[in-house]
Nanobody
Framework: QVQLVESGGGLVQPGGSLRLSCAAS????????MGWYRQAPGKQRELVAN???????NYADSVKGRFTISRDNPMNTVYLQMNSLKPEDTAVYYC??????????????WGQGTQVTVSS
């Protein structure tokens, strides 16, 4: 059994910063790509950023230069540093991870989501 637990969401003013964290736990053999998605009301879930086990990252155009994704491989944790936040960044942010478990199964896991609200 694998769980992804997110933390760090909240309310912030435009121009402010937040840092999201997501830790994977359970019977984990290896964690490959980890990433963050977001879903705003009335919109489809979209990729924000992801990062490979080797550290190669990929960003949505809308967040390039403002958000930074990183990970701690021994801790199976991924972070999203969000700077210069805009009202249009308001969404529920979901952690995602491609995980191989101890029994050799490989699945895509999702966190429960954390709300990020950017408003004055």
């Amino acid at each position: 059994q694998v769980q992804l637990v997110e933390s760090g969401g909240g309310l912030v003013q435009p121009g402010g910063s937040l840092r999201l964290s997501c830790a994977a736990s359970g019977y984990i053999f290896s964690v490959y790509v980890m990433g963050w998605y977001r879903q705003a009301p009335g919109k489809q879930r979209e990729l924000v950023a992801n990062i490979t086990k080797g550290g190669t990252s990929n960003y949505a155009d809308s967040v390039k230069g403002r958000f930074t994704i990183s990970r701690d491989n021994p801790m199976n944790t991924v972070y999203l540093q969000m700077n210069s936040l805009k009202p249009e960044d308001t969404a529920v942010y979901y952690c995602n991870a491609d995980i191989v478990t101890d029994d050799g199964s490989q699945y895509d896991y999702w966190g429960q989501g954390t709300q990020v609200t950017v408003s004055s």
